[in-house]
């Protein structure tokens, strides 16, 4: 039962992100907001991530290619890139377009790593696509065929890139290397590569305004959907599977959608339902009947 709260917990806290983000947005420069919440994250975690470090050197130095393109890929790119899609569009679009990550990541796999897709996974890709673009262009045809999409919308597609490429490097992870020290090791990384970019925006057309939102927003964002979400959900993995765990990911639009609507007062339109169940018709097709299917197979 612990293990189910824990994982029901992480994509509340993830969807936070999202929402406090946007809450703040007109506050705080996007990227200085990723690089503040990182280093916080960096303090909070160096005393104990310090010491695996410098034991795990020798794994470091000889995976450092593969460690730094982690590092790059989900620390220093894909919350920056939410925090400048959340600009210009709405905390409810962003989750929702986040949701369609599971079916990047199988496409990536099937683009890079060559692994077979089936027509169901393949008719799965283009049903969650199918959503994404009815979002993005909100059902209208015209800004399709024009490509006139929102900016905001732009990036949080290019952030959701960035994660499934993340995701699929992780094969490439050193097996002598635990989660904890692979995590200390992309926010120590991560952070210093968004140092500069962070601070020459610091005086950029978005001025810092240190109140308590966005402070507290920093705070929350560097300790719950960062550390705490972290420990959760590899706590959560561990008891449950891979498999099960992973089906809780989809709680993110829910929770994201509910929160925009209830802190943030954004609205709904009829083609908001439309691309979220595109999309979820489209994740059940290409991944979650395929693991279902595998399972099947594996009792018999």
């Known amino acids: 039962m612990k293990a189910y709260l824990l994982l029901a917990l992480t994509p509340l806290f993830w969807a936070g992100n999202v929402v406090s983000a946007r809450a703040i947005h007109a506050d705080l420069d996007p990227v200085a907001l990723a690089f503040l919440r990182w280093l916080l994250v960096l303090l909070l975690i160096l005393p104990w991530g310090l010491p695996r470090l410098w034991r795990s ?3 470091i130095r000889a995976h450092l290619p593969i460690l730094l393109l982690l590092s790059v890929l989900s620390v220093t790119c894909f919350n920056t890139f939410i925090y400048l899609g959340l600009q210009d569009t709405t905390a409810a679009n962003s989750a929702m377009l986040q949701s369609a990550a599971p079916v990047v990541i199988v496409l990536l796999n099937f683009m890079l790593l060559r692994e077979g897709l089936s027509l169901r996974q393949w008719a799965g890709t283009l049903v969650s ?7 993005v262009s909100q059902a209208d045809l015209s800004l399709v065929l024009g490509l006139d999409f929102n900016r905001g919308d732009i990036w949080i597609g290019v952030a959701v890139l960035a994660w499934s490429l993340y995701s699929v490097a992780l094969r490439g992870r050193p097996e002598g290397l635990d989660g904890f020290t692979l995590f200390a090791f992309n926010v120590l990384i991560g952070t210093l590569l968004l140092a ?8 950029g057309p978005v001025e810092i305004q240190w109140n308590l939102p966005v402070v507290s927003a920093v705070i929350y964002m560097a300790i719950f959907p960062s550390i705490l979400a972290y420990l959760f959900w590899n706590r959560g993995v561990a008891e449950l599977g891979a498999a099960r765990a992973s089906l809780f990911i989809h709680l993110i639009p829910v929770f994201g959608v509910l929160m925009s609507v209830l802190f943030l007062g954004e609205s709904l339109y009829l083609f908001h339902g439309v691309g979220i169940l595109l999309i979820f018709t489209g994740i059940y097709l290409a991944t979650i009947r395929r693991t279902t299917g595998r399972k099947a197979g594996t009792k018999s």
Request: proline share 6%; aromatic share 6%.
């Open 129 to 135: 696509l199918a959503g994404v673009t009815v979002l």
């Open 196 to 203: 500069p970019f962070a601070l020459g925006r610091l005086g």
């Open 57 to 59: 050197r020798a794994v």
